[in-house]
């Protein structure tokens, strides 16, 4: 299968994962909901995160990148696009993936585990991760991706549909199709879902604060802890991604971290150390932290994936910094996939891969001891 080809068929490998069913639009489609795949951008909307400057050109204010377009042209994230002066959104309601997915594969640890999230995906992204995993969609641009129209309306009422309690904006970087999350939040809110997104961090704190009014959860990737990493890795800078996090923190967001341990890249424990000790400082001890296997793909091809040794010791130092909720992720059936009271240290989760064998919680309290369990683990009411 050559590029072009991946790229249509972005959206419609099943997976099968530890007995979950993590299906995708196409299976839906074959149920007798059909959805074509159309060939590049299929809507616009205005985004109100611009400055006009002189001569047609605007300033983006939507993430730290602040780009200053030519009329005609694009941001770096490739999905928005001057006219005339005016700045727009070329990918709104216009996803590239669209799949339902278990709520652990975002991952989200403390949020309704066991469920179904309603999981969709634009093309483009505002960094370049040398390791991204999706990279032949958030590297793409609109254009050269096979599209859904799928208005915000149809995106909750399909979350209803498949019985999903969460709708999560992933895959890429989200925050780049702001305008069509902000519409998905306001009508799942109406409707009790829960609305999540696995991000970068990578946004302004204008946009990420209208996102806190609608966004329940948020997993965001705290990829290293120097700005060097950042530069070399990303294209992006480490800065935005503390303020994003203390924000969402500050907001009542329910936030949850993963960080991707490269070897020889941000494998280092004292790096490791000062992150956790971070984390604990500023957030909270009781933020979930994902420590996951890199393994070698897209421009990192040449490494070998990350020793279960290193991400061992890196769990060690987090929950030496008084973390109480610590995970390693990539490595199926390890210890390290549960969750543990921090009073009494009984397992009040049981995972094996993506599927929940023992949930021991009970109106968000450790059914053993009592003891309060950060997370979300009912639907809220719309009507509250």
């Keep these: ?95 590239c993936a669209v799949n339902v997915d278990p709520i652990e594969k975002k991952p989200f640890f403390h949020v309704l585990p066991g469920t179904r999230s309603f999981s969709i995906a634009t093309a483009g992204c505002n960094l370049a991760c040398k390791f991204c995993q999706n990279w032949e969609i958030s590297q793409a641009r609109p254009d050269d991706t096979y599209n859904y129209d799928l208005p915000a309306q149809q995106v909750v009422a399909n979350a209803l549909q498949y019985q999903c309690r969460s709708i999560a904006s992933t895959y890429v970087e989200p925050t780049i199709f702001m305008e069509y999350m902000l519409d998905i939040g306001r009508i799942a809110k109406q409707q009790g879902l829960l609305k999540v997104m696995h991000s970068n961090g990578f946004v302004n704190p204008l946009p990420l604060k209208d996102l806190s009014e609608y966004l329940d959860a948020a997993c965001i990737d705290l990829k290293g802890f120097t700005e060097e990493y950042y530069e070399e890795l990303t294209g992006g800078t480490l800065q935005p991604v503390l303020t994003s996090l203390k924000n969402l923190k500050s907001w009542g967001v329910h936030i949850e971290i993963v960080t991707l341990i490269v070897p020889g890249k941000n494998d280092d ?19 979930p932290l994902h420590f996951s296997r890199f393994y070698p793909l897209y421009k990192l091809k040449s490494l070998s994936p990350t020793p279960v040794a290193v991400l061992e010791e890196a769990w060690k130092c987090a929950r030496a910094a008084g973390l109480n909720f610590v995970y390693i992720g990539n490595v199926p059936g390890h210890e390290a996939e549960h969750t543990y009271c921090p009073a009494c240290k009984t397992r009040i989760i049981a995972r094996n891969g993506y599927k929940i064998e023992l949930l021991a919680i009970e109106n968000g309290h450790c059914k053993e001891c009592r003891h309060p369990i950060p997370g979300i683990w009912k639907l809220p009411d719309p009507h509250a």
Aim: hydrophobic share 35%.
């Design 1 to 95: 299968m050559n590029r072009r080809e991946f790229l249509r068929h972005c959206g419609r490998c099943a997976v099968v994962c530890a007995g979950i069913h993590s299906f995708s639009w196409f299976e839906m489609a074959a149920g007798g909901h059909a959805q074509q795949l159309t060939q590049g951008f299929l809507g616009r909307k205005l985004s109100p995160y611009f400055t006009p400057l002189d001569d047609h050109m605007i300033r983006c204010e939507l993430c730290p990148r602040h780009c200053e377009v030519a009329g005609g042209e694009r941001g770096y994230c490739r999905v928005r696009e001057n006219v005339n002066g005016q700045y727009y959104s070329i990918v709104y309601g216009n996803p």
């Design 269 to 287: 424990m004292q790096q490791i150390r000062s992150m956790a000790r971070w984390i604990h400082d500023e957030l909270g001890p009781d933020v």
